[in-house]
């Protein structure tokens, strides 16, 4: 999962939590979305520094292609063709 769906998700729970009147659990919800959105915004601040993933985050899948992966695919029969 990827931290903006998280947070989306989290979101929702908060709002069923409190509608529900479990404050307490609420606010731990709260908590987590805040949180979550500071590592986001951390990220975006500090892109070069890279990350670790969070437990149960998926990685982002990669932006730009290695030389040699660009001349594997070149070279496969695939675009020979």
């Known amino acids: 999962m990827k931290i903006p769906k998280a947070i989306e998700l989290n979101k929702e729970s908060e709002q069923s939590l409190r509608d529900h009147k479990f404050i307490d659990h609420a606010d731990a919800i709260q908590l987590g979305i805040e949180a979550l959105g500071t590592v986001q915004k951390w990220r975006e601040e500090h892109r070069d520094l890279g990350f670790l993933l969070l437990p149960g985050e998926d990685p982002e899948p990669p932006t730009k ?3 040699h992966h660009i001349k594997e ?3 496969s029969p ?3 063709k």
């Open 73 to 75: 695919v070149l070279e």
């Open 78 to 80: 695939e675009v020979r």
């Open 65 to 67: 292609r290695s030389l």
